[in-house]
């Protein structure tokens, strides 16, 4: 720890922290009740995160304007219902397209 701090880097747990959350492109990883320690060298903070309760969940991306428009425009349906298409069926615009159809027949 001396050396370390012979070298400057300080190191410091934070208090009561009770989740950690991080966001990707797809996902949510939440950590519960995790021990974080702020690392601190050349005036940049490093969080270490460990232990606590792990939960991963996969995050639905919003369709785009343009897939919708084209669902819509296949099917004859409202934009509202082939954006609820694209969601149910995560994107998949074949499946959503024929979603809509055969709910027309």
Do not use: C, F, H, W
């Not at 989740?19 to 601190?40: A, F, H, L, W, Y």
């Not at 069926?89 to 027949?105: F, M, N, P, V």
Request: charged share 30%.
């Amino acid at each position: 720890m001396r050396l370390m701090q012979k070298m400057g880097v300080n190191m410091e747990e934070l208090p009561e922290v009770t989740e950690v959350s991080i966001k990707t492109g797809d996902k949510t990883i939440i950590i519960e009740n995790p021990t974080v320690t702020v690392i601190k060298m050349q005036d940049q903070n490093m969080y270490q995160v460990s232990g606590g309760n792990v939960k991963e969940t996969v995050r639905q991306a919003e369709p785009t304007e343009e897939d919708v428009k084209l669902v819509a425009e296949q099917t004859g349906k409202s934009l509202d219902e082939a954006r609820q298409a694209l969601m149910e069926t995560e994107g998949d615009l074949a499946k959503a397209i024929l979603r809509l159809k055969e709910k027309q027949a």
